[in-house]
T-cell receptor, first 111, second 114 residues
Framework: QKEVEQDPGPLSVPEGAIVSLNCTYS??????FMWYRQYSRKGPELLMY????GNKEDGRFTAQVDKSSKYISLFIRDSQPSDSATYLC???????????FGSGTKLNVKP | EPEVTQTPSHQVTQMGQEVILRCVPI?????FYWYRQILGQKVEFLVS????????KSEIFDDQFSVERPDGSNFTLKIRSTKLEDSAMYFC????????????FGQGTRLTVV
């Protein structure tokens, strides 16, 4: 069983839409959850970091963790064409060693 | 804004040659990582490094790989004898204290083994 699963998309939405990106994970021992944005042939850029359960909001972005369902989400409000990228979830058991990345969801926001 | 810097951005090497990928992590960071991403595949963990020693490594990180922090600012990944399947983007990442999991990635080195 894979540690983390992510729908690869692609996901195409009109500008201004609310976008929902999701990952599921296999092991309840994971406690650290991150979302990265990656443009083509570039490094992952950290968007959101959450420890344990709950919500975290930063501008147009909201990260949610539901540990009972082993499900994490990233919501993007008022999506913009510049949000077009691949979004990667990453999870970790502890906060200093390896993270497991999802396969990434490719998002296209159409003007 | 501080950032992780990697050089070179692209390296082409012949199979069997040694390569060294270089990284300058963010200056007050204490934890360092190498990840790789084969084209079209997931970002995969290779190794983590703390207090001048490897703290964890994956099964990919075999005897052909080594890491070093030679001078307190650089962090290097050496591949001793490259194989075609080592062709990938290699990302360096760094993190501050143990109290957070926020790791910041460099822009990557694209390694092409021919």
């Amino acid at each position: 069983q894979k540690e983390v699963e992510q729908d690869p998309g692609p996901l195409s939405v009109p500008e201004g839409a609310i976008v929902s990106l999701n990952c599921t994970y296999s092991n309840s021992a994971f406690q650290y959850f991150m979302w990265y944005r990656q443009y083509s042939r570039k490094g992952p850029e950290l968007l959101m970091y959450t420890y344990s359960s709950g919500n975290k909001e930063d501008g147009r972005f909201t990260a949610q963790v539901d540990k009972s369902s082993k499900y994490i989400s990233l919501f993007i409000r008022d999506s913009q064409p510049s949000d077009s990228a691949t979004y990667l979830c990453a999870i970790g058991r502890d906060n200093f060693n390896k993270f497991y990345f999802g396969s990434g969801t490719k998002l296209n926001v159409k003007p | 804004e501080p950032e992780v810097t990697q050089t070179p951005s692209h390296q082409v090497t012949q199979m069997g040659q040694e390569v060294i990928l270089r990284c300058v992590p963010i200056s007050n960071h204490l934890y360092f990582y190498w990840y790789r991403q084969i084209l079209g595949q997931k970002v995969e963990f290779l190794v983590s490094f703390y207090n001048n020693e490897i703290s964890e490594k994956s099964e990919i990180f075999d005897d052909q790989f080594s890491v070093e922090r030679p001078d307190g600012s650089n962090f290097t990944l050496k591949i001793r004898s490259t194989k075609l399947e080592d062709s990938a983007m290699y990302f360096c990442a760094s993190k501050t204290t143990g109290g957070t999991a926020e790791a910041f990635f460099g822009q990557g080195t694209r390694l092409t083994v021919v």
